[in-house]
């Protein structure tokens, strides 16, 4: 298989075209740190891609954006497998604009420079994993706020979400799961009114004054029906609830399903 690259060093013409073996052609891929990783090739898009597509179309180096791409809302994907990224510029190309990178030591010094709608990020990466990426992340004050999708063949959502993660997916990752996941962030971005929920009066209390610091405006409820009250005549972005407290139990949540307005209310 044949895989017409430019940069290749056996490109030429079409006889001396350099020719792909299966387990051996993702450049990202460190087989030797991280064996797991070959049983994805298997499936891998890119020879789907190379079988179904004309030559001239596969382009697995990051392109030069153009002004139409620049006014998309930009998407950091780091990903030691160049293969990896491409999936994602593949799937959001029509919607975002995607820089990728293929090293989390390159991480932090990008995310600082373009400042992403959102990251994606995957886990086992040699040098510098993607706990160590999130970590620095989270800990920089430029960036912490900037969402972080982790996406990986490693299953740790406790260990993801403890550091800060803002969704954690499994690969192999469908194209309308990812784009559905930073269309609910997108939505996060523009909260402004908050209604905070609970029957522990120091908690909310607790709660709303870590909100209202940080510039939101807010309101509060210790009970289901001081709560949906609240949801009528305040109108928030965002519920922060325990919907296991004794006042609070599940009416609320019932209300909201109820709503034909309020189906794909944010909820925490």
Known sequence: ???????????GSKE??????????????????YPEKVDFCKGCELIKMLITCPEEEHKLLESVPTIK?????TILA????PEAVDIIRKYLG????????YSGEQALSKAKEIKPLAITLDIM???KDG????????STPEVQDIPVIILSIVDDKRLGFSLGAAEYLIKPVEKHILLRKLKNLEKMRKIQRVLVVDDNRED??????????????VTTAYNSKDAINSIKDFRPDLIVMNPIAAEVGFDVVEYLKSEENLKIFPLL
């Open 1 to 11: 298989m044949r895989c017409g690259q430019p940069t290749c060093p056996a490109y």
């Open 16 to 33: 001396n075209r350099c020719w792909l073996i299966l387990g051996t052609h993702c450049a990202g891929m460190k087989v030797g740190a």
């Open 69 to 73: 791409d620049i006014e998309k809302k």
């Open 78 to 81: 780091i990903d030691d497998n």
């Open 94 to 101: 029509n919607e975002y604009n995607v820089v990728g990178i």
């Open 125 to 127: 990466m040699p040098k």
């Open 131 to 138: 706990w160590q990426v999130l970590r620095e992340l989270k």
């Open 204 to 217: 909310v209390r607790l709660i709303g004054n870590v909100l209202q610091e940080a510039g939101y405006k």
